[in-house]
């Protein structure tokens, strides 16, 4: 009796024993597919996942998750190709607007060389106002174009402080003109930051110029000690909805009719190329908009 006992306490074991085995090889295996999927899902690649595993239900789960792959990878390549293809169609949009308003405004100059009654100087003077704007607009199109197919921006140690100040100086005409007094609150400590200064530049125009915009007659530039900028205006005719697709492409607040909506979405596309972050918060009819780099200066 105790014998047969001893057998079957042997056979329980070895039973138990090739059961933790096989758990074991199971979570090594769905620990493979883990870290495939995720390697799969980060990098450009045909390679599938495969697993050492000869488990059937195992070699199931790797066969299904590579059939998700391919449609997730053939989906990922026709979203890239479909947006290849519009940066291009903007592109060539862009340069074919450029020849016929030149030649509209060649005809323009040679109009204005010529007699013309009150009434035509007033109707000529309208059509050469929204021609510059059109140029203007055509001109924010191609750039937005030009700078998402940027891949890397050259970098160099930057004074962000001294950056601001130049931009700022640059809108003074601007903002007098609009009856706007600027509070500006600029650290003494230097900010230094390796970035593109002419990205930069571009940033804070962009910004300014959707202050102008937007604005109902004040302006508030903040330059911390930490490096963080701050923009915040009156715009009592926005809300939070607006003010949370302020950086969507083409998304413009129905007052700014000579916009292409482009400007905030440059800015954004061009501050995370240099790894920072821009958001905007909406509170109490006050719009604010901040930006800030990381503190790496060295190479």
């Known amino acids: 009796m105790n014998k047969w006992l001893w057998v079957l306490v042997g056979i329980m074991a070895l039973t138990i024993a090739a059961l933790i085995i096989k758990i074991i090889l199971m979570q090594k295996s769905v620990k493979e597919i883990e870290h495939a999927f995720a390697d799969r899902l980060m990098t450009e690649t045909n390679i599938l996942i495969d697993v050492s595993s000869n488990d059937k239900y195992i070699r199931s789960l790797a066969t299904s998750i590579n059939a998700e792959l391919r449609k997730l990878r053939s989906e990922r390549h026709r979203f ?49 106002n929204r021609i510059e704007s059109l140029k203007q607009l055509t001109e924010e199109l191609f750039r937005y174009t030009v700078i998402l197919s940027q891949e890397k921006l050259e970098k160099e140690n930057v004074d962000v402080k001294a950056v601001l100040e130049e931009c700022l100086l640059g809108f003074y005409g601007a903002m007098k003109g609009r009856g706007i007094a600027p509070e500006i609150v600029i650290t003494d400590k230097q900010v230094t930051r390796r970035l593109n200064r002419s990205a930069l530049v571009r940033i804070f125009n962009n910004i300014l110029n959707n202050a102008l915009k937007y604005s109902d007659g004040d302006l508030k530039v903040c330059l911390d000690d930490d490096g963080r900028v701050s923009f915040s205006n009156t715009a009592s005719g926005m809300d939070e909805i607006q003010v949370g697709k302020l950086f969507d492409r083409f ?3 129905e007052s700014a009719r000579d916009s292409t909506g482009l400007g905030l979405s440059i800015a954004k596309a061009l501050v995370e190329q240099m790894g920072g972050r821009i958001w905007a918060k909406y509170k109490g009819e006050q719009l604010y908009i901040y930006l800030e780099f990381p503190d790496m200066i060295s190479a």
């Open 80 to 128: 890239y190709q479909g947006d290849v293809e519009l940066r291009t169609a903007i592109t060539n949009i862009s340069h074919d607007l450029r020849t016929p308003l030149t030649a509209i405004c060649g005809y323009l100059e040679l109009l204005e060389q010529e007699e013309k009654s009150e009434k035509i100087e007033l109707y000529l003077a309208h059509i050469d």
């Open 251 to 253: 998304f413009t607040v």
